[in-house]
T-cell receptor, first 113, second 119 residues
Framework: KAGVTQTPRYLIKTRGQQVTLSCSPI?????VSWYQQTPGQGLQFLFE???????NKGNFPGRFSGRQFSNSRSEMNVSTLELGDSALYLC????????????FGEGSRLTVL | AQTVTQSQPEMSVQEAETVTLSCTYD???????LFWYKQPPSRQMILVIR??????QNATENRFSVNFQKAAKSFSLKISDSQLGDAAMYFC????????????????FGTGTRLTIIP
């Protein structure tokens, strides 16, 4: 069974631009979460989606947005990029039963210049 | 708000020895989940072990075991017979009980402990 797939793996943007990151969950997983990982702030929760609905949102500005499609694939978008948005963005998926273990992708490394 | 604290930014252990990573957390909930995740240099976060708070028995997965002290809100990870492949960042994480099957799955992570294995 394929794992969580994130694209692109690496990208470089300049301040003011926008970026879209994609996440394909494990087949059968309907829930997708996004986390931002930085050396200074560690791992911080961005949002979670289930059945195309955002169910929970972390403490991030409105420049950070996301969506989920009917096939459970998810995208997150960051508009008007700032230097501080440079980070590893991790996507995770889970089943809707059991302990709800999260399965993570390898992440998308965003560098903002 | 729930918080997770890992007070050891870095740890090192000789290969084949045993090491314990510390984690404390704060919550007002009585039922919740605790996890240890491993993030090797390849970056993919991998679940090492999980513990349900309502279970008194400490979880064990092969060489990995936890010491769960609910009253003290402590959740340490013991790695026995350390191997070179154990070198990674280790994150302790907390999650509230699921209100529904698919609600409130947010994980709160600690700041991590970098584990180095000395050959």
């Amino acid at each position: 069974k394929a794992g969580v797939t994130q694209t692109p793996r690496y990208l470089i943007k300049t301040r003011g631009q926008q970026v879209t990151l994609s996440c394909s969950p494990i087949s059968g997983h309907r829930s997708v979460s996004w986390y931002q990982q930085t050396p200074g702030q560690g791992l911080q929760f961005l949002f979670e989606y289930f059945s195309e609905t955002q169910r929970n949102k972390g403490n991030f500005p409105g420049r950070f947005s996301g969506r989920q499609f009917s096939n459970s694939r998810s995208e997150m978008n960051v508009s008007t990029l700032e230097l501080g948005d440079s980070a590893l963005y991790l996507c995770a998926s889970r089943t809707s039963t059991g302990s709800g273990e999260l399965f993570f992708g390898e992440g998308s490394r965003l560098t903002v210049l | 708000a729930q918080t997770v604290t890992q007070s050891q930014p870095e740890m090192s252990v000789q290969e084949a020895e045993t090491v314990t990573l510390s984690c404390t957390y704060d919550t007002s909930e009585s039922d919740y989940y605790l996890f240890w995740y491993k993030q090797p240099p390849s970056r993919q976060m991998i679940l090492v072990i999980r513990q349900e708070a309502y279970k008194q028995q400490n979880a064990t997965e092969n060489r990995f075991s936890v010491n769960f002290q609910k009253a003290a809100k402590s959740f340490s990870l013991k790695i026995s017979d350390s191997q070179l492949g154990d070198a990674a960042m280790y994150f302790c994480a907390y999650r509230d009980p699921l209100i529904t099957n698919f609600g409130n799955e947010k994980l709160t992570f600690g700041t991590g402990t970098r584990l180095t294995i000395i050959p």
